[in-house]
């Protein structure tokens, strides 16, 4: 088959690999439908990240079973499924917890001798733990199919970081990152029920998006301005629940800025730097707390799923560019380069 | 009047300072019974705080009410009162929400302008927001009075520390840190309902404390050691809730590599380094939270005093040498060379 192989920065390349099989009774093999590009890819292309020359990537898909282990109860050759970033058993005290990210025998797709999900097809350890199925007429509805791609990721991290924040009935918010997840984040905020959600972006494009989401402001300025104009909006104060989906040191550091004192920070940005963004003295003063991580998207695909196929919310927008497989070098660079959002790969 | 004052690090006094008296018609003034030093006055001690010369010193202490400004409507002269090491007004919006700490008429006693706790008299701003009565006999207790100072500080940390680390009936809990602060910690866990608590210390006299206070495990070692130690006491995941009462990096990066995925760090502890010990990349993949900061324990003095009178906790035993106000200064040489624990002083 074909899939998407990263050999160095910004050196990616769609190649001939072996075919996935079953190869361990657990495991089913599904056929992509849909993938897409993650902020976080972004890391492995810039050489931020390091990688295996040849390694697999791409941790977001959905697509059809195409063949199951012997052990694999839940899904049959045929079912249409979402699998979340990271793979996991199921059964497990973190799995049952909910904490699926934590699972021992978990793992992420595109890591060293797995498959990544920007390919034609990826073999799925501990299918029962890990795969979502979805209606099966979903399949001939373009932009739901787009809309239940962003649960394998960028929706449940953004809800992820909501809770994280605190957002609850009445709380104001305010998402620190205008890339796929802070968006998402905007429209889990506003699914759980805030006030008010100030979102900070200065592209039109993407703010645009955050209006549609739930924003009720957007902050266009940057660093201490933009910490000025959250104060400005919020009676001084800074809000209750602040969402932090970028991972630099500048980005959390204005997380901390516009925390409201007593109130939480939900970091969902892998940390880049992030860790010397964060000011324990203020915090301290502050009672700020710091509440997140990698999500367990899994443990909340059931609840958003039904909220996606019941039109509650639609996170399709943050989806902006389509291309064929073939051309997955050139949707990175699109993202690398700002001019794509988030790109959506039809294998 | 006589109180403590200081003069440069390691230069303590006790000296003729004004009587205080009513300035606004909120004050009231306080004639102390019991005073204290507390572990972050030695932070100023040794010179890593900057104190002005002569600046006043003490956060913590229980006392008779002298006089009130004709605005304060809660109290009269002779109420037995004790004061939370900061003062707020009550009113404000955080007050309402119970984080006195963040009120902005809020202050540290012994801050520039202000009196401090180990003297003989003090001025108290917004006596009605700040000031809680204590039952009148409790006067003629000494072991009482004595736990009733540590609402003061201590007592009321200690739980900040055990609710920010998310401590419930059934949980696991680490305690890093045994000084007063870490021991009541255990004290208001155990007081929570957690099923298991490790304490972290090699000094006997603390330790017994900590498994009278419901320890039920001490871990000697430090360092690596007392992390393998600790992951080996809870199945090799570390403990849900993890109190944080030191405030240095080492004692942070002990607390962050002890908690359990998905678990809460309380922290305490006045930053000193502490937060060079954040591993954020390690926090973000386990899911581990930061929760804490300088306790709003004017908040949490009605809870704790309820249970301190009728004998459900006793803080008492954290106040291991008594001296007068003339021996201050000796008091802070024997907690600096940790041959005491923590010193109640009696003016």
């Known amino acids: 088959m074909r899939a998407t192989t990263i050999h160095g920065p910004f050196d990616m390349r769609v190649e001939d690999v072996p075919d996935p099989v079953v ?25 931020e990240s390091a990688r295996q020359p040849g390694q697999r990537i791409g941790h977001e898909f959905l697509g059809v079973v195409e063949e199951t282990g012997s052990d694999v109860s839940g899904f049959r050759p045929g079912d249409l499924v979402v699998a979340p970033f990271v793979w996991s058993d199921g059964s497990c005290e973190y799995c049952r917890e909910g904490l699926h990210t934590s699972c021992p025998r978990g793992g ?15 073999r799925v350890p501990f299918a029962d733990g890990t795969l979502v199925r979805l209606p099966a007429d979903a ?14 990721d960028v929706m449940g991290t953004g809800h992820h970081a909501a809770l994280g924040a605190g957002v609850a009935p009445g709380t104001t918010v305010a998402v620190v990152g205008d890339g796929a997840v802070g968006l998402c984040g905007v429209l889990a905020a506003r699914r759980l029920g805030a006030e008010r959600i100030i979102a900070l972006g ?20 940057r660093g201490e301005a933009a910490e000025a104009a959250v104060r400005e909006l919020t009676g001084g104060q800074g809000a ?5 989906a970028v991972g630099t040191e500048q980005s ?10 007593g109130g939480a920070i939900g970091y969902v940005g892998v940390p880049h730097g992030s860790g ?17 991580g990698v999500a367990p998207v899994r443990a909340y695909i059931p609840e958003l799923l039904t909220d996606v196929l019941d039109g509650t919310i639609d996170p399709s927008p943050v989806f902006d560019l389509t291309v064929g497989l073939d051309s997955v070098p050139y949707g990175y660079e699109a993202m690398d ?9 039809k294998p």
């Open 139 to 152: 399949v001939s509805d373009d932009r739901l199919l787009t809309a239940l791609l962003a649960l394998s």
């Open 108 to 122: 992420f797709w595109g890591s060293v001798g797995s498959d990544g999900g920007q390919g034609e097809a990826v």
């Open 276 to 292: 010397t963004g964060l000011d324990l003295s203020t915090m301290f003063d502050r009672n700020i707390a710091l509440h997140g």
């Open 23 to 47: 190869q361990e009774a657990t495991d089913a093999v599904v056929r992509v439908l849909r993938a897409c590009i993650c902020g976080s890819d972004l890391w492995a292309y810039r050489g």
């Open 202 to 221: 200065r592209h039109r494009a993407r703010t645009d998006i955050a209006r549609a989401f739930g924003a009720t402001d957007v902050v266009a300025e």
């Open 252 to 261: 959390m550091r204005t997380a901390v800025a516009i925390t409201r004192d």
């Open 240 to 244: 209750h629940a602040v969402i932090e």
């Open 337 to 345: 380069g700002r001019t794509a959002l988030k790109v959506l790969v």
